[in-house]
Each structure stands twice: as structure tokens, then as C-alpha cells.
Nanobody, 123 residues
Framework: QLQLVESGGGLVEPGGSLKLSCAASGFTLDNYAIGWFRQAPGKGREEISCINYPDRTTKYADSVEGRFTISRDNAKNTVYLQMDSLMPEDTAIYFC????????????????WGQGTQVTVSS
């Protein structure tokens, strides 16, 4: 069974940091583009960061560029999202998604989704 499991969400004050994890099981991330997406209340799911296949270049949405960092640990088959300088508008459910041998993380092409983890930025 192909599965992604996110963890690391929570409540943080503005300006704070969180690190999300996305652990894959049942498959290896080596053959996938892997990305982070988020969905705020009343809004659609948006891509915020991606590690592309096969060159593993990284991409960020303008809204998180310079504040968020995506990385992967091949030995652990896990992808991370370090989120710094968090703002209330970052409040959302965060999902990771894997796309088979894709040059980009297109939401409509995701093959495997995680269940999501809630991030709330509030004082």
C-alpha cells in the first residue's frame, strides 16, 4: 500500500517556526516528484514547494519563498518542510503529495496524498 504520512503541525505564534515531515511507505520517493501543498479554510489546495524529478531541483511559491525550505532524506524516505517566519496567513492544512516521475508537482497529477497536518499561526 502506497502511503504518505505527515507530522509536525501545530499551533505557533507569528514569527515562529515549525518543521513538517512526510514519511513514505510502500514505495520509494526516488522515482517521484514530491511536494508540499496547503489548503486554507474556504480556499483551494495550492502547491507551495516541490522537489522535482529527476534532477531534484526545488521550487517555491512566491508566498513562501525565502521563509520555507524543502528537503529530503533518502535513507529515511522522508521529505521535510522547514517553515520559518510564520504568518497568520500560513494557517492551513498542509499535505504532501507524490507525482510519478514528474518534472513538477502539479496538484491534479498527484498519485499519492498524505492525510494532512494542521498548522495554525496565531497569537
Amino acid at each position: 500500500q502506497l502511503q504518505l504520512v505527515e507530522s509536525g503541525g501545530g499551533l505557533v505564534e507569528p514569527g515562529g517556526s515549525l518543521k513538517l515531515s512526510c514519511a513514505a511507505s510502500g514505495f520509494t520517493l526516488d522515482n517521484y516528484a514530491i511536494g508540499w501543498f496547503r489548503q486554507a479554510p474556504g480556499k483551494g489546495r495550492e502547491e507551495i514547494s516541490c522537489i522535482n524529478y529527476p534532477d531534484r531541483t526545488t521550487k517555491y511559491a512566491d508566498s513562501v519563498e525565502g521563509r520555507f525550505t524543502i528537503s529530503r532524506d533518502n535513507a529515511k524516505n522522508t521529505v521535510y518542510l522547514q517553515m520559518d517566519s510564520l504568518m497568520p496567513e500560513d494557517t492551513a492544512i498542509y499535505f504532501c503529495g507524490a507525482v510519478w516521475r514528474a518534472l513538477a508537482c502539479v496538484r491534479t497529477s498527484v498519485d499519492v496524498w498524505g492525510q494532512g497536518t494542521q498548522v495554525t499561526v496565531s497569537s
